[in-house]
């Protein structure tokens, strides 16, 4: 059963170019969540989808950002215009329940995002 | 407000010792996680602890909470040099929907 995928696995972006992050959930997992993590910080919450719904996207900064997870296909993090400050490691995590149930969360490789 | 504060931030022992990193949090919770990261990867989940549990172990492993403190801990016994990553605790508050709030984590360094 493979894991969390992630790609690209490093992505190289100018400032104000769009950046588009991949997640394929683990086989079996409806569930997907993105978190932000910049160096030496733990983990930000952005995002939490089900298949073709967000759930919670508290997280999320209000302007530049979108996530989906369309019926068919991986879940997708969209970041535009890109600036420096969103510099960071994004990981994909999924489960195979979610709200009010306690499940173990699996974590992707993470996607880097080096903006220039 | 922030949870899953993580101490210490940095842990330095000798190969073959114990290692325990502590977490605190603010708010009621469904269930507590740990998880380690080796320097520029992805998580690893290492143990869920329920917040109806007290203890729980996995090999060289052994989680503690105390929800009445709103603390847990985490005791790597036996540490190996393998051992050397960053470990966050991270929580799932109640009502919520599943996201998980880490802590800054502890960075554990295990010198051979």
């Known amino acids: 059963n493979a894991g969390v995928m992630q790609n690209p696995r490093h992505l190289v972006r100018r400032r104000g170019q769009e950046a588009r992050l991949r997640c394929s959930p683990m086989?079996?997992?409806?569930?997907v969540y993105w978190y932000r993590q910049l160096p030496e910080e733990g983990l930000k919450f952005m995002v939490y989808l089900q298949k073709e719904n967000i759930i919670d996207e508290s997280g999320m900064p209000k302007e530049r950002f979108s996530a989906e997870f369309p019926k068919e296909g991986p879940s997708i993090l969209r970041i535009q215009q890109v600036v420096r400050g969103d510099s960071a490691a994004y990981f994909c995590?999924?489960?195979?329940?979610?709200?009010?149930?306690?499940?173990?969360?699996?974590f992707g490789p993470g996607t880097r995002l080096t903006v220039t | 407000s922030q949870q899953g504060e993580e101490d210490p931030q940095a842990l330095s022992i000798q190969e073959g010792e114990n290692a325990t990193m502590n977490c605190s949090y603010k708010t009621s919770i469904n269930n507590l996680q740990w998880y380690r990261q080796n320097s520029g990867r992805g998580l690893v989940h290492l143990i869920l602890?329920?917040?109806?549990?007290r203890e729980k172990h996995s090999g060289r492993l052994r989680v503690t909470l105390d929800t009445s403190k709103k603390s847990s801990s985490l005791l790597i016994t036996a540490s190996r040099a393998a051992d050397t990553a960053s470990y966050f605790c991270?929580?799932?508050?109640?009502?919520?929907?599943?996201?998980?709030?880490f802590g800054q984590g502890t960075r554990l360094t295990i010198n051979p």
């Open positions: 602890i329920r917040s109806n549990e």
């Open positions: 995590a999924s489960s195979p329940r979610g709200q009010g149930l306690s499940y173990e969360q699996y």
């Open positions: 991270a929580t799932d508050a109640t009502g919520g929907a599943q996201k998980l709030v």
């Open positions: 086989k079996g997992h409806s569930h």
